[in-house]
C-alpha cells in the first residue's frame, strides 16, 4: 500500500504514468479534490467514484467533526497532550 501526503498531485501523476497499460488500478482518498477527480479521468479507464459527501472539496461526512487549532510549533506537544486529555471522553 502507498500513502501519499495531501498536495502531492504530481507525484501521484508521476507514478501512475510509469504502470503499465494493461493493469487494474483502485484509487482510495478520503477526499475527493479536484486534482484527484482529473486524475482518475485521465489514468482509469472506467472509473467508479462511490461519495459519501457531495461536491464540495471541503465538506465532511455525516458524523464526522473536524477541530482546528493554530498555535506555535514550539506549542504542538502541550497542546496535543492536553486535547488527548480532554478528548478521551468525547
Not at 502531492?8 to 493493469?23: G, N, S
Not at 472506467?46 to 459527501?53: A, E, G, K, Q, Y
Request: aromatic share 6%; proline share 4%; charged share 20%.
Amino acid at each position: 500500500m502507498l500513502v501519499i501526503n495531501v498536495g502531492f498531485a504530481e507525484d501521484v501523476e508521476t507514478i501512475l504514468e510509469y504502470l503499465p497499460k494493461q493493469r487494474e488500478t483502485m484509487m482510495f482518498s478520503a477526499t475527493m479534490p479536484s486534482w484527484i477527480v482529473k486524475l482518475t479521468h485521465k489514468y482509469l479507464k472506467t472509473p467508479l467514484t462511490i461519495d459519501l459527501v457531495g461536491d464540495s472539496d471541503q465538506k465532511l461526512s455525516d458524523g464526522i467533526t473536524l477541530y482546528s487549532i493554530s498555535s506555535e510549533i514550539r506549542e504542538s506537544p502541550s497542546i496535543i497532550g492536553l486535547l488527548i486529555t480532554v478528548c478521551t471522553d468525547i
